[in-house]
C-alpha cells in the first residue's frame, strides 16, 4: 500500500509561472519529507527538505510546504525555468526503521515550457 | 557530486541466472540503501545497511541478498533473476541516523529475458 502518493503524474507549465507539484500520505509517523529531481537515465538527487516541526522551507526558487493536519506537502518553484523539466519524486522519512528509510511517492513528470 | 559508482550500469541476463550489481562509495557514509525503481511504483527500498556486515530488509526484499564486507562496498545479488525483477536499481548512500538525506548513483538497468 502506497504510503505516500504523488496523484499527478504530470504538470505542464510556461517558463517563468509557478509550478507547483503535490503530495499526500498516510503515515502519521513520518517526521521528515524530502523532494528529489530525476533527469532521465540519471540518480534521484536531493533538492530541498523540511522538519515534521516547520510548515515551511526555502532555497532559492524552491519552496516546500508542510501541512500536517491534511497529510499534505506541496513544493513551489517559482519563477519555472526549462532546465526545471525532470521527474520529481517527494519521500518521507519513517523514525521507526531505525536507518531513517525513504517512502517515495510515484513521481511528478515537469514540463516546463519555454 | 557523491563518490558513488554503481556497476555495470547496463545488464541483460536470463532467468534463472544470479545476478550482481555493485555499489561503491568514496565518501565513508554509514548507511547505504539499494532502490528499484518501476513505473507507477516510485522508488522502493529493497535493503540496507547501517554498517559493515549489518543488514536489514527493506519493503520489498524477496528474491534479493545483500551483502557489506567493507564500508565502501555494497552488493545486491538477485539469487534467481525472474523477469519481475526486470528495473533500474538504485543505491544511496548517508551520513547515519542523524542525517535523513540519501544521495544516489547513477543507477543500473536490468533486463532479465
Known amino acids: 500500500d502506497q504510503q505516500v502518493k504523488q496523484n499527478s503524474p504530470s504538470l505542464s507549465v510556461q517558463e517563468g509561472r509557478i509550478s507547483i507539484l503535490n503530495c499526500d500520505y498516510t503515515?502519521?509517523?513520518?517526521?521528515?519529507f524530502l523532494w528529489y529531481k530525476k533527469y532521465p537515465a540519471e540518480g534521484p538527487t536531493f533538492l530541498i527538505s523540511i522538519s515534521s516541526i516547520k510548515d515551511k522551507n526555502e532555497d532559492g526558487r524552491f519552496t516546500v510546504f508542510l501541512n500536517k493536519s491534511a497529510k499534505h506537502l506541496s513544493l513551489h518553484i517559482v519563477p519555472s525555468q526549462p532546465g526545471d523539466s525532470a521527474v520529481y519524486f517527494c519521500a518521507a522519512s519513517d523514525p521507526q526503521t531505525g536507518a531513517n528509510n525513504l517512502f517515495f511517492g510515484t513521481g511528478t513528470r515537469l514540463t516546463v515550457i519555454p | 557530486d557523491a563518490g558513488i559508482t554503481q556497476s555495470p550500469r547496463h545488464k541483460v541476463t536470463e532467468t534463472g541466472t544470479p545476478v550482481t550489481l555493485r555499489c561503491h562509495q568514496t565518501e565513508n557514509h554509514r548507511y547505504m540503501y539499494w532502490y528499484r525503481q518501476d513505473p507507477g511504483h516510485g522508488l522502493r527500498l529493497i535493503h540496507y545497511s547501517y554498517g559493515v556486515k549489518d543488514t536489514d530488509k527493506g519493503e520489498v526484499s524477496d528474491g534479493y541478498s545483500v551483502s557489506r564486507s567493507k564500508t565502501e562496498d555494497f552488493l545486491l545479488t538477485l539469487e534467481s533473476a525472474t523477469s519481475s525483477q526486470t528495473s533500474v536499481y538504485f543505491c544511496?548512500?548517508?551520513?547515519?541516523?542523524?542525517?535523513?538525506?540519501?544521495?544516489f548513483g547513477p543507477g543500473t538497468r536490468l533486463t532479465v529475458t
Open positions: 544511496a548512500i548517508s551520513w547515519g541516523q542523524d542525517a535523513y538525506e540519501q544521495y
Open positions: 503515515n502519521s509517523m513520518f517526521d521528515y
